[in-house]
């Protein structure tokens, strides 16, 4: 079967293994059919060789994480997040794989009103104790949420999905460093609704290009936007491959992640006494392996926090994966386990996570997490 | 899956798969643990070389020593072969199967058994990636001194099974010197214990014999690995030229000048342009070739050694000479060094490495011919080598949808291959014989030889099903799989 994805991409692997181990399924299964040379080869033999679409075949697709820690491993360069998005968005139209019900399930994000009562119902539900463990809810969900006020006209500050009707405090702390800093941000709120990362992981591709759009006409366009959440300024970044066009570049181009923009501001903020911990930095993939943008985490931390401690992890993902832990949660839990080994390896007080998944996720298995722009506000309002 | 497959499936359950020798093996490991899938089984038809073994067996992976012997004894009930699997990392197609054999994957063996800092060792599973072991050693003041450039993928039994090399062994030995036990199990289940802790042991070095023997003498369950202690003081050099001749005079000169660097390690220019587009680490695109040089030891007298180097170097036409200034860029520059083969795909999208060794004083010499034999054939080469120990690995890049293009990369090889045995050298420094280089071990060795290594396999394997078709040539018995396909090469689908 044709499933769309372009001769010289796949060929510029030449199987030489050395992503491997920087693959968290290969990690914890040991098995090949779950590594991206793996699936690349797989991809080669159903789209060259007609290979009939098996359970096993469909499960290797299925279960990767699409973290993209084999990118910055290849030594060729090969855009193995371009392939697997390609391969699902085939399998997905062609009804193979993403299921209506999980095509429904999406549907939501993109309205906030709709969003935020479900949320609503979830945390009263919590309360209740009614929402099964499985499902990875770590943290008391709010009922009601403050709703978030411009600060100034500098920036936008992309609020998103999700995150805002589960973390809203995490932009509400983002946006005082911000003003700490002299720099004033305007909430997205519905001008930006969600930013279709997880529609793209799913293969359901049209939405994200939806969404984009949306996005796109709603926002000034000579506005910086910072996203403090790493899968959203991921897949934000992208836009310009996704919809192919030059405004959509030039949009990409002026999306931040927060860490990333502040970094080049950091003189602005008041010096203060660093917070007394020792904080362990845990770079959420789309933030190291997509964006690379993972170093300004430290330079934004280092001033606020007593010391910082890495992880000897090589930056492997830790199994959220936007709805993986939901969708896969055996081998999500399997590769939280090794993340956990290894943060426990370095006994942090706090762990910093840049991305809402990962900090639910790990906050489920009773890791302290925090988002740095939650250390930095403690640091300047101490 | 047909329709009336997977209803079959259903109704009878996954424990009766039709087949005894599937059924054996899942109830001796546990059903999630033996696959057979077509997905799986052409997967690991293939290493990172260009062989392709075709479909596998049923792949098996074992947790325990217990188990690998279970297996053994199984397929032996069955009469099929077995062949050992690390991380799929070899290049000379040493663990793709031939005949559908079955396939121990030690992936699952992976744990780090013991470290015994009195004995200066660790007891390790074959599965123990060789970067991970380094890195679980380095708060303790050690590291494993093997690095192949594979390293951060490859398995401990794997370099066992090829006795591999890496740049840092040009100081400190290949893996046949870091290993001083093996526990091994032969073909027919038997638990072996080979070497040992003792700075002597008594009776044949069998332990010798094992390393490098590719998995036909049998597969390795626990390796005592040699601690080495970390170095105080590091200098890492790079020197650049206008050519590989001046590169290759300028190690000849190291070596004759006494000093024993840890590692030397030249790339020819089309290579160093790859890597640098990869790696920024500063390597000069417009040399002809640069020559990385590291020298180890005490903090004293290690800046006297890197001078004498760079000395050597200017005299024989460095163009310029730098010194890593610090940690950081030091590891960018091995970082491009070792994924230097990877990142041909830029090039194109594939490459058949080669390994031979030729004395170091005709270095500049088979270098030059192994360029006249590219352009003879056509092809395109870049040279990236050990060069301290004179290991050449030229690389033949190529694409390989071009018809008749592999016939070329073959005929180019076999005269590198050619070239490399008449200047004194041997066929493979460190990535084995696998199904590559079997056709010209009669080139190397007599009759009588290969009669004598023969008999040597068939002592631990007298039936031949440990990694049959592999490193004996033709005509020799365990090379000859024809007699092994007691079940036609179709039968798993």
Redesign the interface.
């Known amino acids: 079967m044709d499933l769309k994805l372009d001769a010289d991409d796949l060929?510029?692997?030449?199987?030489?293994?050395?992503?491997?181990?920087h693959c968290p399924t290969f990690r914890v299964t040991?098995?090949?059919?779950m590594s991206p040379?793996?699936r690349i080869?797989?991809m080669r033999?159903v789209q060259d060789n007609n290979?009939?679409l098996?359970?096993?075949?469909l499960e290797?697709f299925e279960t990767c994480v699409q973290c993209r820690g084999c990118e910055p491993?290849?030594?060729?360069?090969?855009p193995y997040g371009y392939l697997m998005e390609q391969t699902r968005e085939t399998l997905a139209d062609a009804g193979h794989m993403t299921p209506t019900w999980q095509k429904l399930a999406f549907k939501p994000l993109a309205n906030p009103t709709m969003l935020q009562a479900g949320s609503s119902a979830l945390a009263v539900a919590q309360r209740l104790k009614l929402v099964p463990k499985r499902l990875g809810i770590s943290e008391e969900l709010p009922i009601r949420r403050k709703p978030l006020k411009a600060t100034g006209e500098d920036v936008y500050f992309f609020t998103g999905c999700v995150m805002d009707a589960w973390q809203r405090d995490v932009h509400a702390a983002g946006m005082r460093v911000l003003e700490a800093a002299g720099i004033g941000s305007i909430p997205t709120n519905e001008l930006a609704p969600c930013c279709g990362a997880l529609h793209a992981h799913a293969g359901l591709a049209d939405d994200t290009r939806n969404l984009a759009g949306t996005m796109m006409a709603n926002l000034d366009p000579d506005k910086p936007i910072l996203v403090d959440s790493a899968g959203c300024g991921a897949a934000m970044k992208d836009y310009g491959h996704l919809l192919g066009t030059e405004a959509a570049k030039a949009f990409s181009a002026r999306v931040f992640d927060i860490q990333e923009y502040l970094a080049d501001h950091l003189e602005a903020l008041p010096t203060v006494q660093p917070l007394d911990l020792r904080v362990a930095v845990q770079d959420p993939c789309h933030l190291r392996h997509v964006q690379r943008a993972h170093q300004a985490t430290r330079t934004v931390l280092a001033p606020h926090v007593r010391e910082l401690v890495e992880l000897?992890d090589d930056g492997l993902c830790c199994g959220a994966g936007g709805a993986y832990s939901v969708l896969q949660p055996d081998l999500s839990g399997d590769i939280r386990d090794r993340k956990v080994a290894a943060i426990d390896r370095v006994t942090p007080d706090a762990v910093a996570s840049a991305n809402p998944g990962c900090s639910m996720h790990l906050g489920a298995a009773g890791v302290p997490t925090i988002h740095p722009m939650e250390l930095i506000d403690r640091a300047l309002n101490a | 899956m047909s329709i009336i497959e997977r209803v079959r499936r259903t109704i009878s359950g996954p424990e009766s798969s039709g087949d005894p020798l599937l059924d054996e093996l899942r109830a001796a490991l546990s059903e999630d643990r033996v696959k057979i899938d077509g997905a799986q089984r052409s997967l690991l038809g293939k290493d990172a070389s260009v062989f392709d073994g075709g479909n596998s067996g049923p792949i098996c992976y074992p947790t325990t020593t217990d188990e690998v012997v279970a297996i053994m004894k199984i397929a032996e009930s069955h009469d099929r072969a077995v062949v050992p699997r690390g991380a799929g990392t070899g290049l000379a197609g040493g663990a793709i199967p031939l005949g559908a054999p079955v396939v121990i994957a030690v992936t699952k063996m992976n744990q780090i058994l013991e470290i015994d800092e009195d004995n200066g060792i660790a007891w390790v599973e074959p599965g123990v990636i060789n970067l991970d072991l380094t890195r679980h050693l380095t708060p303790l003041g050690y590291h494993f001194a093997p690095d192949p450039s594979s390293q951060q993928v490859c398995t401990i039994g794997g370099n066992v099974a090829n006795n591999s090399g890496g740049p840092h062994c040009l100081a400190y030995g290949v893996t046949n010197s870091h290993v001083v036990a093996l526990e091994v199990v032969t073909a027919s289940g038997d638990v072996l214990m080979l070497g040992g802790l003792d700075a002597e042991p008594d009776g044949y070095d069998l332990r010798g014999v094992f390393v490098g023997s590719e998995g036909t003498l049998g597969i390795t369950t626990k390796v005592a690995v040699r601690l080495t202690r970390n170095r105080p003081a590091v200098r890492t050099l790079l020197l650049s030229f206008s050519n590989t001749r001046d590169a290759a005079n300028t190690v000849s000169g190291v070596v004759a000048a006494g000093i024993v660097p840890a590692a030397m390690e030249v790339m020819d220019q089309r290579i160093t342009v790859a890597v640098e587009n990869y790696v920024n680490a500063g390597y000069p695109t417009d040399a002809g070739a640069v020559l990385l040089a590291e020298v180890d030891g005490p903090e004293a007298g290690i800046d006297i050694d890197a001078e004498r180097i760079r000395q050597i170097g200017l005299d024989n036409n460095a163009t310029d000479v730098r010194l890593a200034g610090s940690e950081e860029e030091r590891a960018a520059l091995w970082k491009g060094r070792k994924t230097a083969f990877g990142a041909v795909a830029q090039i194109a999208p594939d490459y058949y490495l080669h390994d031979t060794v030729v004395p170091r004083s005709k270095l500049a010499d088979v270098l030059d011919e192994i360029y006249e034999i590219a352009d003879r054939h056509d092809v395109l080469v870049m040279n990236v080598f050990h060069a301290g120990d004179g290991n050449l690995h030229p690389l033949l890049i190529f694409d390989g949808r071009e018809p008749g293009v592999l016939d070329r990369i073959h005929a180019a090889g076999g005269d590198i291959i050619t070239a490399s045995l008449d200047a004194g050298g041997v066929l493979s420094g460190e990535h084995g014989i696998g199904v590559e280089k079997q056709k010209y071990m009669d080139r190397l060795f007599t009759p009588d030889d290969l009669d004598h290594q023969n008999r040597l396999r068939r002592a631990f394997d007298p039936v031949c099903r440990a990694n049959p078709g592999k490193v004996l040539p033709m005509g020799h018995s365990c090379a000859d799989i024809q007699q092994l396909r007691s079940v036609p090469a179709e039968v798993w689908g």
């Open positions: 060929n510029t692997c030449v199987q030489c293994g050395l992503c491997l181990p040991g098995d090949e059919s040379r793996g080869h797989l033999e290979a009939p098996t359970d096993e075949v290797s491993a290849c030594p060729s360069s090969v000897d």
